[in-house]
């Protein structure tokens, strides 16, 4: 049985002023899913991810589009979009909660870490202080903290990177929301850490049954996390589609140079390519694909006349004026060099 579709973003549109910085975005999360949202640096995957919650920063505002928040039985979606200040703080936390990629940004440094996951528990469902506190225990002991109870009356600045990202973990689960987006919740860890809190994120999100939106620059970090990925360029989607059809069969460039340039490659035996050029400034897209100055593949009448449109075919989609060309010389080249 399908499972329910929690959160629709359809056509999501967002500007700092006349500057367009993301264009007609629109995805689908269902309970128990995990989407990654990847990009390089630019792409405009951590604006978008912050304006599903109003988190923007000022002067920069969502110029068009729709992002409903479904309960299942409801027959009226919540609207993030047009929902006030009011109905925002309410869901942030319950209903959909947010790790950052520093947790010292998410903690107050003056209030205990214990505190600080109980104060969510109290504005959110009500319960009295006593009960918050014991709960925010358990919860730092869920996510791994070790000696739960002596830990939770430390301040943040006691706790090491890893810690701390355990501890913004717990309180955005506190509520055990529908909906938790991860906007590069592994960046500023070392290698060992990465793997343990993105373990910890898969293991919470299969207990809790809640959807997860996971925002990275690092292909690295999809494969075990996520069952679909949605490739952005230049504030577009340019691919999606499920984590090992896209990882098998690229209908991109931009993906495939992505893939080409994971450090895992090095692992593999294999030297990564780096992706030469850089992504378009905002508000200077070149009149067809933004990718094409950066790609081999790059014809002028095909891709730098027009806008190239969003394909979508099954369960895939892709952005790219050669796709099909590409994908069937790549068919017909492999038993080729499979060839001794």
Same mark, same amino acid.
């Given at each position: 049985? !399908?499972?329910?579709?929690?959160?629709?973003?359809?056509?999501?549109?967002?500007?700092?002023?006349?500057?367009?910085?993301?264009?007609?975005?629109?995805?689908?999360? #269902?309970?128990?899913?995990?989407?990654?949202?990847?990009?390089?640096?630019?792409?405009?995957?951590?604006? /978008? *991810?912050?304006?599903?919650?109003?988190?923007?920063?000022?002067?920069?505002?969502? /110029?068009?589009?729709?992002? #409903?928040?479904?309960?299942?039985?409801?027959? &009226?979606?919540?609207?993030?979009? /047009?929902?006030?200040?009011?109905?925002?703080?309410?869901?942030?936390?319950?209903?959909?909660?947010?790790?950052?990629?520093?947790?010292?940004? &998410?903690?107050?440094?003056?209030? !205990?870490?214990? @505190?600080?996951?109980?104060?969510?528990? #109290?504005?959110?469902?009500?319960?009295?202080?006593?009960?918050?506190?014991?709960?925010?225990?358990?919860?730092?002991?869920?996510?791994?903290?070790?000696?739960?109870?002596?830990?939770?009356?430390?301040?943040?600045?006691?706790? &090491?990177?890893?810690?701390?990202?355990?501890?913004?973990?717990?309180?955005?689960?506190?509520?055990?929301?529908? +909906?938790?987006?991860?906007?590069?919740?592994?960046?500023?860890?070392?290698? !060992?850490?990465?793997?343990?809190?993105?373990?910890?994120? +898969?293991?919470?999100?299969?207990?809790?049954?809640?959807?997860?939106?996971?925002?990275?620059?690092?292909?690295?970090?999809?494969?075990?996390?996520?069952?679909?990925?949605?490739?952005?360029?230049?504030? #577009?989607? +340019? @691919?999606?589609?499920?984590?090992?059809?896209?990882?098998?069969?690229?209908?991109?460039?931009?993906?495939?140079?992505?893939?080409?340039?994971?450090?895992?490659?090095?692992?593999?035996?294999?030297?990564?390519?780096?992706?030469?050029? /850089?992504?378009?400034?905002?508000?200077?897209?070149?009149?067809?694909?933004?990718?094409?100055?950066? $790609?081999?593949?790059?014809?002028?009448?095909? $891709?730098?006349?027009?806008?190239?449109?969003?394909?979508?075919?099954? &369960?895939?989609?892709?952005? $790219?004026?050669?796709?099909?060309?590409?994908?069937?010389?790549?068919?017909?080249?492999?038993? *080729? @060099?499979? !060839?001794?």
């Amino acid at each position: 049985m !399908t499972a329910e579709q929690v959160l629709e973003v359809d056509g999501l549109s967002i500007a700092a002023g006349p500057v367009p910085l993301v264009h007609d975005v629109s995805f689908r999360l #269902r309970a128990g899913e995990a989407l990654a949202l990847v990009g390089e640096s630019g792409s405009g995957k951590s604006m /978008t *991810a912050l304006a599903l919650l109003g988190l923007l920063p000022r002067g920069v505002a969502v /110029t068009a589009g729709s992002v #409903r928040l479904l309960e299942p039985g409801d027959p &009226s979606p919540l609207d993030l979009v /047009t929902a006030g200040s009011r109905t925002l703080a309410d869901v942030r936390g319950r209903r959909v909660a947010m790790v950052f990629q520093d947790p010292m940004a &998410s903690l107050n440094p003056s209030i !205990t870490v214990g @505190e600080q996951i109980a104060e969510v528990l #109290r504005r959110h469902l009500g319960m009295g202080r006593a009960p918050a506190a014991r709960q925010a225990v358990d919860l730092l002991g869920a996510v791994g903290i070790k000696e739960p109870g002596r830990r939770a009356g430390d301040h943040p600045h006691t706790f &090491s990177g890893g810690m701390r990202q355990r501890a913004v973990i717990a309180m955005a689960l506190a509520c055990e929301p529908a +909906v938790l987006i991860a906007d590069e919740p592994t960046t500023a860890l070392d290698v !060992t850490i990465q793997a343990q809190i993105l373990d910890l994120l +898969v293991r919470m999100q299969d207990e809790l049954g809640m959807a997860m939106l996971l925002v990275t620059h690092d292909l690295g970090v999809v494969a075990g996390t996520c069952h679909r990925l949605a490739v952005m360029y230049a504030g #577009r989607l +340019v @691919e999606a589609g499920a984590v090992g059809e896209v990882f098998d069969d690229p209908a991109h460039p931009y993906t495939s140079a992505l893939l080409a340039a994971a450090p895992e490659n090095a692992m593999r035996g294999r030297k990564p390519q780096a992706i030469l050029g /850089t992504v378009p400034a905002p508000g200077e897209p070149p009149p067809g694909c933004a990718f094409s100055s950066r $790609c081999a593949h790059a014809l002028p009448d095909a $891709c730098d006349t027009a806008p190239i449109e969003l394909v979508r075919s099954g &369960s895939r989609s892709v952005r $790219c004026a050669r796709s099909a060309e590409l994908r069937e010389l790549q068919e017909l080249r492999e038993p *080729a @060099e499979a !060839t001794p």
